[in-house]
């Protein structure tokens, strides 16, 4: 199985502040989620990487395929922000199904 | 476009007796996969269905079976349910339109009681 590890596992900022989550695999993947997931709610889905970088408004994802590890980063956070993120690889010997991490509880303060 | 939908939104249930879960894809996708999130943490896959089989299981019982329709809806049936079986129960979907990427339902939040 492959191994997905996020830290931190908690984070707490002030809004404004520049935030990022990390990720790392251990097996190689096709592909990679980033998710958020609000208290009690479902699943939307941020970014799918197979390479490089992607950026939709304030939030941007890189991937560094040889080293396998991801990161998410939010700028200029908001208290809306405030959600589970969650990284999921694809591929390796998980075979179609998504390998799950953790998750990464991030709290925005005002 | 609905996205992915699922329904119900919410279930009560006592042990023993049988469920079953919908989803619709999101409009292009012809793969449904589905997923048991137990409260407090991460999905845990179940099973992938694509051209109306079963093309991948996870470590799940066989109480846990599925349907895929010609029109890649899908169902999620479980039978003998436990209090265990309580958890939010999502669909994802997926196709070549858009590539490897997963669009996940809002999910179906089952109780057992």
């Known amino acids: 199985k492959n191994e997905v590890e996020q830290s931190p596992q908690n984070l707490t900022a002030q809004e404004g502040e520049f935030i990022t989550i990390n990720c790392s695999y251990s097996?190689?993947?096709?592909?990679l989620h980033w998710l958020q997931q609000h208290p009690g709610g479902g699943i939307v889905s941020l970014f799918m990487l197979s390479s490089g970088k992607k950026k939709h408004g304030r939030l941007i994802a890189t991937i560094n395929i040889q080293e396998k590890h991801s990161s998410l980063h939010i700028t200029a956070s908001h208290p809306r922000d405030s959600a589970v993120y969650i990284c999921?690889?694809?591929?390796?010997?998980?075979?179609?199904?998504?390998?799950f991490g953790k998750g990464t509880s991030l709290l925005v303060t005002p | 476009d609905a996205g992915v939908t699922q329904s119900p939104t919410h279930l009560i249930k006592t042990r023993g007796q049988q469920v079953t879960l919908r989803c619709s894809p999101k409009?292009?996708?012809?793969?449904v996969s589905w997923y048991q999130q137990a409260l407090g943490q991460g999905p845990q896959f179940i099973f992938q269905?694509?051209?109306?089989?079963?093309?991948q299981r996870g470590n799940f019982p066989d109480r846990f079976s599925g349907h895929q329709f010609p029109n890649y809806s899908s169902e999620l049936n479980v039978n003998a349910l436990l209090l265990g079986d309580s958890a939010l129960y999502l669909c994802?979907?997926?196709?070549?339109?858009?590539?490897?990427?997963?669009?996940f339902g809002p999910g179906t939040r089952l109780t057992v009681l």
């Open positions: 994802a979907s997926g196709g070549l339109a858009g590539g490897r990427e997963q669009f």
């Open positions: 097996v190689g993947i096709s592909a």
């Open positions: 999921a690889v694809l591929g390796g010997n998980s075979g179609y199904a998504l390998n």
């Open positions: 409009s292009g996708h012809d793969t």
């Open positions: 269905y694509y051209e109306e089989e079963e093309r």
